[in-house]
Structures are given as C-alpha cells and as structure tokens.
C-alpha cells in the first residue's frame, strides 16, 4: 500500500445522507473478478442524472468527497472503495461512516475523515460557492482544510499509523503466526470442521 | 481466568475466547486485538479478488477445514440445468468454482442439495454453533448471531486476510441491549420488531456495536426468527447482533450434519450454557422495546430506518424539523413515488417477493402458505417465492407448501439471493412496486428504478391476496396463523 501523509484536491459536496453501497456501486457491477478498473461504476445510478455533481466541473475532476452522515452504510461490498479509489478520490469526508466502509477504506489506502456535521455545513458552502476549491487532508495533525475553514477529524490511531506507513496487514498478522498455531491447540476438540463434508443425505 | 471476574456480556465472553494476541498499549492508543475465526463463509461476489491475492503474494489458506463456499447472489433461481445466460454472472461462478477446486475449498454448487443463500447454509448444516467467530464477504453474516456467535461482515480485503491467517485485527466493539419484553400480537413476528428498531435508532444507531437482543419476546422466538431479527442488525448500522443461546438453540443445532455428537455434545451444551451476560453486565448503550404495543411494521422510503406502523401514513417532508431530513424525505417520496399522507394500505404493489437471506426459512415460508392457502391472488401482483436454500426447497415441497403457492398463482423458483438484489435475472422494472421480506430498500436495489417496501411473510402473503400493502387481519374471516 502507498504511503498517505497528506492529500489535496479538488472538493466535491455531495449534500445527502445515508448515502449506502448501492449507490456507490450498484450490484451489476459486483460480477467482476478484478480489484481495479470500477472508475465507471461509482454512483452509477446518479451519473445517469446529467446535474448530479459528478457531472459538472470542476467536481469531476474532483479527489475529495465531502458527504453527509452515515457515508458507506449496507452491503460489506469493498468494491465501494475501489470504485472511489479508481475514479480518483483518494479522501472521503463525513460526519458519521458505516464500520464495514470505513474498515475497508483503511486497507485500501482511501482516507476516512469524520468530521463534525458543523464543519462539513461550512465546507459545503465553500465549494459551492467556489468551485474548484481545494481540500486538504492532512493525516499528520489530523485536519481537513478548505478555504480559510480549519476543522479537526478524527481516525483511529492504528488505521492513520497504517495508512501513514503504507503497511500490508497480512504481512503484519504473519509476524504473529506463531500465537495463531498455538491458539489453534488450545480450540475445543467440538469446534465445527467443514471438512470432511457431513450432510443430511 | 479468576472467579471473581467482573460481569461480562455475551459479546464480551465471545471476544475473548477468541482473542489471540492483545493489542498492545493502553487507551485510544491501544492497539487491536488478534481474534481467532471458526468458520469462515465464502460465496462468488467478494472472494474472487481475495483468491487473486493470495495467489500473487504465493500464500495458502490457512485452513480449508474451516472454510466453505456456496453460490447465492449471482445465480439464477428458473431453468438451473442451464449454463448461466448472463457471461460475466457465468465467470464470476466457475471463478469460484476453480478456486475452490485449487484452494481445496468444500463447495456446494448450482443444483447441489445444500447449495443455498450462505446464511440459510451455515445453521442448516449445523456449522454456526454457539459462541463462535463467523465471518464472511457479506454484511448478513450478522444472521449467525442468533446463535450466540459473534458473526458480521468483512470486505475483501479481510477476506483474503482470513484466508491467509484465519484471524482479523480487530478493536473491541462496544456493546448495546435491546431489551424487547412482551408478547407480540398475532400477525406480528420478529420482522415487525426488527423494523421498529431499526426505525426507532436509526440506520446509524447502531455503528460501532453489537447488539444484544434481550427479553421475554426475543427469548419466545423460534431459530428462525430470532435469525431474521440478528440478519437485520446491520441495517441499524451494527457490525454483529447476538441472542443468548438457550433450550431453543441446543434443539436446532442437535442432530444437525455438523453438530457435536456424545461427548463432544455434552461438553459443547455445558460450555453454551455460560453464554449469556452475567448479572450486572454492563452495555455501553440501552434501548427498549414493549412488544405488546407493536403493530406490522413496513418501510415507506429509500432506507430501512424510512418505516412506520402498516396503519399509519406515509410521511411528509413537514414532519420533520431538521433541514437535511427533511431533504432525505423529500428525495425518498420523490423516488418512491409516494405523496406524504397517504395511507401505508392505500399503496398497490406489482409485485410480491417472499425470499432472502433476512426471510426465507421453512418457518417464513409456512406462515405466507398458511395466510393465502385456499385464497386468490391479486390478479395484477405476481408473487415470486424463493426457498432460501435447495434443502428448504425440498422440505417445503415435503410439506405441500410449493403446491399451495402454485395454486394461489405464484412463482416456485430455486434457492437463490434472487430478488433482494440486482445481481441476477430477478429484478424489478423502472418504477415497479415491490412488497419485499427482504432487507434493504435503497434506490435500484431490486433493479433500476425499483420501488421496494420491506415486509414480514405476513404482509407479504396478505398483501399478493389485497394488491395493496395489507395485513393477515385485513383479509375478510381470514384465521390468522401466527
């Protein structure tokens, strides 16, 4: 994974919430077996809408999305990231994410800001009313800026560190391989197996 | 571990029976805790590019014997002899199906007699058990909670993680009772008290805990409901939901094809009997519910918190005080092509869709056929039936029931995800009406433009009998059977 200490780009205000999986990537897409190539798929439902914001520029060009709260609910689907990833965002600001969303961000490197619903009301603002405004998000002092508006976020300790580093997090779990093995002795002799393959006939 | 430990929740006691390392240091700083996985689910939507990674990165699966695979979302549930017409559809499954094969991965194929929904497979099988970890590529894993297990959703990437070390890194979740105490009226079932839960805390109430659903309701509920209900828990934006594992679970899980046999099962039962938290526990958060007031519960907008009482009105933008709710509103009733104050009765549907992962048991199934058998459909409704398993299917056509449903007019189809989601052939039409016992009503969720009202059996049979969204007592001298 690369390394993130800071980020700035264009924002883009997308001003709704509960904006769920399934409108950042609707399930047609989900048949494909790559991690890559989902620029097309993003908010595809929305796109077909020529004034949805995506649509307009200079927010197409945009790399930070600033939504509203509960950012990512429903379907685990990681291809919601990836869709984001691909078309350029590389941070996504709200009040509130849903936990699977924001997991699945910290593994792909795409930065989760929360930010308090206050401050993303004042930021909205500043990118409607000029376009094209840039956004920093600046995982060292842990703040998003955006014209002269200054607002802290919050991120876990761990994800930041691992974004910051650019760690892989098997390579990290496989240095512990050894507590797994013995863990794995201490497991209940009546812990299912799925193998081998028991059915009701 | 000491006697005299501090009270614990459900959740608590599964966590840490599972922990493999704790995260060092201390507070906010803390770092995550190593969690052991039992059994980890897979099915063709999310695991292709995880098998990818572990092939680049030239790393095995852990352990196969933990692992098991099934095809759900993308198959299609008519004409299932046939190759799958869709060729992307058709890739994603003989992807998984050269995995497993590669991988050493047990798989229960199209047409296979355990082939099913991966959440109506796992507890059929007897593979979800008490107290365990489960996990798999899908936020419904949370349906494996109502056996006491700690079970939710992960994205690809842990996924592959699973894969390769058969744990996850993970920060404690916090904890939060949902205390339903009562007796639920007839023709109302554990669907109704799910949607009033979600409507009460809202689609991100829920974030960041496991829920535990308490009380003399819950504890009254069958396995199958008691999965609905956990099923649902990530639509209030939980990871996991639990229910204690009592009589009722020990009863469900005997005798199934994986479940502990002699003295496996009597040291499995007496180790299932410490799961539930103690006296005094504390939850880091409360909510109750008096099952004695709640009434069909049915949604009206584009999120599974849009919901109200099936006697109620639809909503209008007006009713609410805060400008961004009331912009949700207004979207919703835009999309759903609703007006606000029109009754929740008063709406016709096109279609009826009995199925899913949250709704499709041997229990659901018994309670629509009971509701329409000897009744007529709607003539403008079709009504699709979806076993949520090829074994339910096989029970239920044991049973009679696929003859009462082909007799009233509806669809017998194979075991599938089907129409909960636009992944394979059974979607909605732009601006069709859907009555759903599914779990998720967001814009083109059932297919582009789809309209979707998520219902209990009940409704759902009612409502192909009414054509309009209605409930068993609604039916003229209709004995209602739940």
Not at chain 2, 450 to 479: E, F, K, N, Y
Request: aromatic residues 6%; proline residues 5%.
């Amino acid at each position: 994974m690369e390394k993130i200490l800071t980020h700035t780009g264009i924002g883009v205000p997308l001003r709704q919430s509960n904006v769920d999986t399934d409108q950042i990537i609707p399930a047609v897409y989900l048949k494909r077996i790559t991690r890559t190539g989902f620029e097309d798929a993003l908010f595809a439902g929305w796109r077909r809408d020529e004034n949805f914001i995506l649509n307009q520029a200079p927010y197409n060009k945009g790399s930070v999305l600033v939504a509203g709260p509960d950012f990512g609910t429903g379907s685990s689907r990681e291809h919601a990231v990836w869709a984001l990833k691909d078309y350029g965002f590389k941070a996504v600001i709200s009040a509130r994410f849903a936990d699977i969303f924001r997991g699945n961000s910290g593994k792909q490197g795409l930065v989760a800001a929360e930010v308090a619903q206050g401050d993303i009301e004042l930021i909205w603002k500043e990118l409607e009313n000029n376009p094209g405004t840039t956004v920093s998000v600046d995982l060292e002092s842990r703040t998003v800026q955006c014209g002269s508006i200054s607002a802290p976020f919050q991120i876990d300790d761990y994800t930041r560190w691992r974004l910051m580093e650019g760690l892989d997090d098997i390579g990290l779990t496989l240095q512990q391989e050894d507590a797994i093995t013995a863990y794995e002795a201490k497991r209940p002799e009546f812990k299912p197996k799925t193998l081998p393959a028991q059915t009701a006939g | 571990m000491s006697a005299m430990q501090s009270p614990q929740t459900l959740a608590e006691k599964v966590w840490n029976a599972h922990v493999v390392s704790p995260g060092e240091g201390e507070g906010e700083a803390r770092k995550p805790d190593l969690i052991y996985i039992d059994l980890h689910l897979l099915h063709e939507v999310t695991s292709p590019q995880a098998f990818e990674g572990l092939r680049l990165a030239g790393r095995q699966l852990r352990r196969p014997d933990l692992t098991i695979a099934t095809e759900d979302h993308n198959t299609p549930t008519l004409e299932i002899d046939k190759p799958i017409a869709d060729l992307t559809s058709r890739t994603q499954i003989n992807t998984l199906r050269d995995n497993c094969k590669e991988f050493g991965v047990r798989l229960h194929s199209l047409g296979d007699k355990e082939q099913g929904i991966v959440h109506v497979v796992g507890p059929q099988l007897g593979l979800t058990q008490p107290g365990m970890t489960v996990v798999c590529g899908d936020s419904h894993t949370s349906t494996h909670g109502a056996f006491g297990a700690l079970a939710f959703g992960i994205g690809t990437s842990e996924v592959e993680h699973v894969m390769a070390t058969q744990s996850l890194s993970l920060k404690p979740f916090k904890t939060m009772a949902i205390n339903v105490e009562g007796t639920l009226k007839p023709g109302v079932t554990s669907k109704d008290i799910i949607l009033a839960v979600i409507a009460k805390i809202g689609t991100g109430g829920g974030q960041g805990y496991v829920l535990e659903y308490r009380g003399s309701a819950i504890r009254s509920l069958s396995m199958d409901a008691r999965m609905t209900i956990c099923n649902m828990s990530i639509e209030a934006g939980a990871r996991a939901g639990m229910i204690a594992p009592d009589e009722i679970t020990f009863e469900y899980v005997k005798g199934r094809p994986h479940a502990p046999k002699g003295e496996d099962w009597d040291a499995a039962v007496a180790d299932w009997k410490n799961l539930h938290s103690d006296e005094g526990a504390t939850f880091d958060a409360e909510v109750f519910l008096n099952a004695d007031e709640l009434e069909p519960f049915v949604t009206w907008g584009t999120n599974p918190g849009q919901g109200v009482s099936l006697s109620q009105n639809v909503p209008s933008p007006e009713d609410y005080q805060d400008e961004n709710d009331r912009k949700a509103c207004e979207r919703a009733l835009n999309y759903m092509g609703l007006t606000g104050g029109t009754p929740m009765k008063d709406i016709r549907v096109d279609t009826v869709f009995l199925g899913s992962c949250t709704n499709s048991r041997m229990e659901d199934l018994r309670a629509a056929a009971a509701v329409i058998k000897g009744k007529t459909k709607d003539p403008n409704v079709r009504m699709i039936v979806v076993p949520g398993s090829a074994r339910v299917r096989l029970e239920a056509e044991a049973e009679g029931l696929d003859q009462v449903f082909k007799d009233f007019g509806a669809e017998w189809r194979f075991a599938g995800c089907s129409m909960c989601l636009g992944m394979n052939p059974d979607q909605l039409e732009e601006g069709e009406r859907c009555a759903s016992t599914s779990n998720r009503n967001f814009e083109g969720r059932q297919g582009k433009g789809g309209r979707t009202h998520l219902v209990s059996p009940l409704v759902a049979a009612a409502t192909a009998v009414r054509g309009t969204l209605s409930s068993p007592s609604d039916l003229a001298a209709s004995p209602v059977a739940v």
